[in-house]
């Protein structure tokens, strides 16, 4: 704060009393007074408050959270000490447990909960399919963050969101409401880029992980097409049927290796459109296909889809219509997202 000169009179009583109040309660602040001289009323004190206090960057410096902070060695071999007797505790706090079988006696009793109640069963599924995609968006949000190629970065998202949600399908009953339940986490998907893509809701890092450019209102194109397809590929045909395999792994794995290998192979570009290239179109068509036929026996596994070459004859004539129908100039004119799902299930309609 700089000096200024306060004349000693009645009227900067008022004045001064303020600075010896904020002597009195702020301990940082302290008082100087000058001797000045003035042709019209002589002798003056000025009264000069000095603030001692500077911020600090960083207050707990980390020598603060030592234990020994003059000698860093010995601080830190008591810290292994330490840690190490934490980590030993801990473990035999989990060696009791198993003698005494508790968690054997807890998990038989969650067990018995969820398999006399499907609905408390299917709502404990719903919770850990969304904290399993939830992980997984936070993990590209990081990567995004951290500097990853941003095409790339979005490609990665489109590719494993909906093949992870997928195997989350068999943790749901069978029958409608399983479908419904399951279809949750997408559609909370679809509220986040709404609220998002609106600007409502400010998240600079789904933004930057789901976006070509960058651009919060893209939300609102792609990745909401993206989102909404798979909710409704899940609610209207489950895991029962070829029809949703086909579609979530055109578009996920299909659409997804398309662009990856474009960008990078893609020297010879396609004679209808100039956008696509030749080498994407057979990753796609390839990928979505491999992608389908994982996942018949995956869910053949549980019963839910009978295995046979006619369904894998399917899949094939599936992933070549939308690979076709991807490379045309109208799926870059609507969304790709939208063209290659609608194929998808168009053409599943008529084969499956």
């Not at 000045?36 to 603060?64: D, H, M, V």
């Amino acid at each position: 704060m700089a000096s200024t000169a306060v004349p000693f009179y009645s009227s900067t009583i008022p004045k001064l009393t303020s600075k010896l109040n904020n002597l009195i309660f702020d301990p940082h602040v302290s008082l100087s007074f000058t001797a000045t001289s003035s042709n019209e009323f002589g002798n003056r004190f000025s009264l000069q408050s000095t603030n001692s206090r500077k911020p600090r960057r960083n207050p707990t410096p980390p020598a603060a959270s030592m234990i020994f902070p003059q000698n860093p060695v010995l601080s830190d071999v008591c810290a292994t000490v330490i840690s190490g007797f934490v980590a030993l505790s801990v473990l035999r706090v989990w060696q009791e447990t198993a003698k005494r079988r508790l968690c054997d006696q807890l998990s038989s009793q969650f067990w018995k909960l969820t398999n006399k109640n499907p609905v408390v069963s299917d709502l404990l599924a719903a919770a850990v399919c969304c904290g399993v995609i939830f992980a997984f968006l936070l993990l590209w949000q990081e990567t995004a963050k951290r500097g990853l190629d941003q095409k790339l970065n979005r490609k990665l998202v489109h590719i494993s969101i909906g093949l992870v949600f997928m195997l989350c399908w068999p943790l749901f009953s069978s029958g409608y409401r399983g479908a419904i339940l399951a279809a949750i986490t997408p559609g909370v998907n679809i509220i986040r880029m709404l609220l998002i893509g609106s600007g409502l809701w400010k998240d600079e890092a789904t933004v930057k992980s789901m976006s070509r450019y960058g651009d919060y209102r893209e939300l609102l194109k792609g990745p909401l097409y993206y989102a909404t397809t798979i909710t409704l590929a899940c609610a209207l045909y489950w895991r029962t049927s070829p029809i949703a395999v086909a579609a979530i792994c055109n578009l996920c794995a299909g659409d997804g290796i398309a662009d990856v290998v474009g960008r990078r192979f893609g020297r010879q570009k396609l004679p209808y459109n100039s956008n696509k290239s030749i080498a994407g179109s057979v990753a796609m068509a390839t990928a979505g296909f491999l992608a389908s036929v994982g996942f018949m026996y995956y869910f053949a596994y549980f019963g839910y889809i009978q295995e046979s070459w006619e369904i894998v004859l399917g899949f094939l004539v599936v992933s070549l219509a939308s690979a076709l129908v991807e490379s045309l100039p109208i799926s870059t004119e609507l969304d790709d997202n939208l063209t290659v799902t609608l194929t998808s299930i168009l053409v599943g309609s008529l084969v499956f």
